[in-house]
């Protein structure tokens, strides 16, 4: 493994980098089947969203770009979005505004929508 596309699947089990990625010369890429799964449009965090409510969000490494108004407003949107029990995942770095109470701390960044 050596390109950026290897270094993005690098903790996914031999398995399941056979049962749900396909690999041409230059990258990885998800599978039909789990593609079909996923419905995939652009949303601006700091607009409403519209839409069925989601059961998981990876926000990983986008609100450390946002300053604590902005933050807060992109997590309020988000929350909106999500079903009661939902998970929501941040990287590393990132926590949720102080007080924010519609999640429950699962373990460092990963939050369960309880409100
Ligand atoms: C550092 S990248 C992280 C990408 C990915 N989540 C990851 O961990 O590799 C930050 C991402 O935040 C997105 N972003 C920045 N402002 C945004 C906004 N207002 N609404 C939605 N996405 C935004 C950018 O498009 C970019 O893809």
Redesign the pocket.
């Known amino acids: 493994m050596g390109t950026p596309s290897d270094y993005a699947v690098q903790k996914i089990t031999d398995y399941g980098r056979s049962r749900w990625f396909t690999r041409d010369e230059r990258s990885w890429r998800v599978a039909q089947i789990p593609r079909t799964l996923v419905n995939f449009h652009t949303?601006?965090?700091?607009e409403t969203g519209h839409g069925p409510e989601v059961d998981v969000v990876?926000l990983?490494?986008?609100l450390i770009?946002f300053d604590d108004a902005s933050k807060l407003q992109a997590v309020r949107h988000v929350a909106g979005r999500m079903a009661r029990g939902a998970w929501l995942f941040l990287?590393g770095s990132e926590t949720l505004p102080p007080g924010f109470g519609d999640f429950r701390p699962i373990r460092p960044q990963i939050f369960q929508k309880v409100a």
């Open positions: 949303h601006n965090l700091l990876f990983r490494n986008v770009y990287g």
